[in-house]
């Protein structure tokens, strides 16, 4: 087994290892705040790469990590009353640890980390379960730090939304997320980025759950 084999080996074991962390108990306790639409904002990548799987840490068979702090992100995606939606594809895209989105106009490509997939898809299980592996997400000018997700399934619109790390101070002015008036629905966007019991390289784990109005398309 080559070392690349080995990084995508250890990414999966550790994805086993944290999935309860994403599960959350009496989701259908009462009506869930359905995930705030959120701009996609200009640097959707123009040119999705070649590897567009759930790890963006590592591109292929590189050797070479990303720069940044490793984030396992996860949740569900579900209705109001908590039912799963399976099948469902989740998409993340977010700038690098210098700034820098994959798009060819989202910031200066001479920084651009290129060990960093900056885009990434996963379909839900039977669970409604999502898993990525990627970096805490960086500030750049303008903007508090954020991912942004959409979420499409057949049948239903698309949702696109972002989310942001709890405990930092400009999320306070970002006007994107400000746009949201409704506190509980803002609040639903901040999560926090906990640290993994044990890891040795700092890791960070965060839920975000999505929750889906489940609009068929006209």
């Known amino acids: 087994m080559n070392k690349h084999q080995s990084n995508r080996r250890s990414f999966l074991n550790r994805s086993l290892?944290?999935?309860?962390?994403?599960?959350?108990?009496?989701?259908?306790?009462?009506?869930?705040?359905?995930?705030?639409?959120?701009?996609?904002?200009?640097?959707?990548p123009d040119n999705l790469p070649l590897d567009t799987d759930n790890d963006l840490v590592l591109i292929n068979d590189s050797l070479t990590p990303s720069v940044g702090t490793i984030a396992y992100l996860g949740g569900r995606v579900t209705d109001t009353k908590g039912n799963p939606l399976r099948n469902a594809t989740v998409e993340l895209w977010?700038?690098?640890?210098?700034?820098?989105?994959l798009h060819?106009?989202?910031?200066?490509?001479?920084?651009?980390?290129?060990?960093?997939?900056?885009?990434?898809?996963?379909?839900?299980?039977?669970?409604?379960?999502?898993f990525f592996r990627t970096i805490k997400p960086s500030p750049?000018?303008?903007?508090?730090?954020?991912?942004?997700?959409s979420v499409s399934s057949k049948g239903l619109k698309n949702l696109t939304t972002q989310c942001y790390v709890k405990g930092e101070p400009k999320n306070k002015q970002d006007f994107i997320l400000n746009r949201v008036k409704?506190?509980?629905?803002?609040?639903?966007?901040?999560?926090?980025?906990?640290?993994?019991?044990?890891?040795?390289?700092?890791?960070?784990?965060?839920?975000?759950?999505?929750?889906?109005?489940?609009?068929?398309?006209?």
């Open 140 to 149: 750049y000018p303008g903007r508090t730090p954020h991912i942004h997700m």
């Open 17 to 44: 290892q944290l999935s309860p962390f994403f599960l959350v108990p009496g989701l259908m306790a009462e009506q869930l705040t359905i995930t705030p639409k959120q701009t996609p904002g200009p640097f959707y």
């Open 182 to 218: 409704d506190k509980k629905a803002r609040n639903s966007l901040i999560i926090p980025f906990d640290p993994v019991s044990g890891s040795k390289l700092g890791e960070v784990a965060a839920t975000f759950n999505i929750v889906l109005g489940l609009t068929p398309e006209s």
């Open 94 to 101: 977010q700038v690098d640890g210098n700034g820098v989105y």
């Open 104 to 130: 060819s106009r989202g910031g200066s490509r001479e920084k651009q980390d290129s060990n960093f997939q900056g885009y990434g898809r996963f379909l839900t299980d039977s669970q409604g379960r999502y």
